[in-house]
């Protein structure tokens, strides 16, 4: 088979999808690519794919011995689109996640992997698409310091302008809702940080519970 590949998409460095077959990477050939069904050991499938290494053409196919899975290539496509969408523009994880499964069939949706997973995943590979700042450019300043509009406030609350950074975020109306709170809920991350920062430590209170 000689073709235009027109329905392969990547989905990881390792993975592609051609009609609904899932593949993954096996071995560099002479002539491109190869790729063999992820169903090889599941279902011991021989269905595999040889294509340019522009990712373009089919030079070489063989037959499933299965039928194609349309509602785990669904999944797939989100989670591609979910790793684009969160390099390419700065929703938060959770809606970039949920427009994503919203487009899914109810098959496919059963089939996501847990939620809170991937949010992780994807809250780790948006930090990794930022360029590590050294401390000395990390300059925080103008409206790097404040609030979001309308109702715009200071919230750098400290900066000691150090190499070894240590900057506190605090609003005037969050400290005085501190300072009037019975009970502080205190919580620290190190995987979640941003780069360039070890450690990020978070403040939690009840507000206006009924």
């Known amino acids: ?30 002539d491109g690519l190869r790729y063999t069904c992820v169903q090889r050991k599941k279902q011991y499938c021989k269905g595999s794919v040889t294509i340019n290494s522009s990712k373009t053409k089919i030079l070489k196919f063989q037959e499933h011995s299965h039928n194609p899975d349309s509602a785990e290539a669904e999944v797939c496509h989100a989670l591609n689109a979910m790793k684009e969408n969160i390099i390419n523009n700065f929703d938060i994880p959770s809606k970039v996640y949920a427009k994503e499964v919203n487009k899914l069939t109810d098959v496919a949706a059963c089939l996501m992997p ?4 991937v949010k992780r995943n994807l809250r780790r590979i948006r930090n990794n698409s930022y360029p590590t700042i050294s401390s000395k450019e990390f300059v925080l300043e103008g409206k790097w310091t404040m609030t979001a509009e309308p109702n715009q406030q ?16 605090a609003s005037p109306d969050c ?36």
């Open 1 to 30: 088979m000689d073709s235009e590949c027109s329905d392969i998409i990547k989905i990881i460095k390792t993975k592609v999808i051609i009609n609904d077959y899932i593949y993954v990477f096996q071995k560099n050939v002479s």
């Open 114 to 117: 847990n939620e809170n997973n």
């Open 154 to 169: 200071k919230f750098l609350f400290y900066d000691n302008q150090s190499i070894n950074s240590r900057i506190i975020f």
């Open 175 to 210: 400290l005085e809702i501190l300072s009037q709170s019975d009970h502080v809920f205190m919580d620290g991350t190190f995987s979640s940080c941003p780069k360039g920062f070890y450690q990020l430590y978070v403040l939690h209170v009840i507000y206006k519970m009924n």
